[in-house]
């Protein structure tokens, strides 16, 4: 059973930094760090939004407006890093 909670476990960590390069990346663009024109950068956004947007949407829905900050990442890391954990408790 350790493979499989490992494998498990890399998983949650590989999408919780592709969480964290997307909400980088967001403020990059935001204040005209990176341009979006450039191939490379539109292709890593691209494929960041496609990763993260499908679970990001739902908490962005429930949550209420807040002015131009987004905390679902946030959110969503926190459930992640707990699940994790679960994983790591239970099934060991």
Do not use: K, Q
Not at 30 to 46: E, M, Q, S
Not at 47 to 75: A, F, K, M, Q
Request: positive net charge; charged residues 15%; hydrophobic residues 55%.
């Amino acid at each position: 059973m350790d493979p499989f909670v490992n494998l498990i476990s890399t998983v949650i960590t590989l999408y919780i930094w592709v969480l964290v390069l997307t909400a980088i990346l967001s403020w990059l663009v935001a204040f005209n760090v990176v341009n979006t024109r450039n191939r490379f950068v539109y292709t890593v956004g691209d494929i960041c939004y496609r990763l993260t947007e499908p679970v990001l949407r739902p908490i962005r829905r429930i949550l209420p407006h807040l002015g131009g900050i987004d905390i679902s990442p946030v959110i969503v890391i926190l459930l992640l890093v707990f699940l994790r954990d679960a994983v790591h408790y239970y099934l060991r």
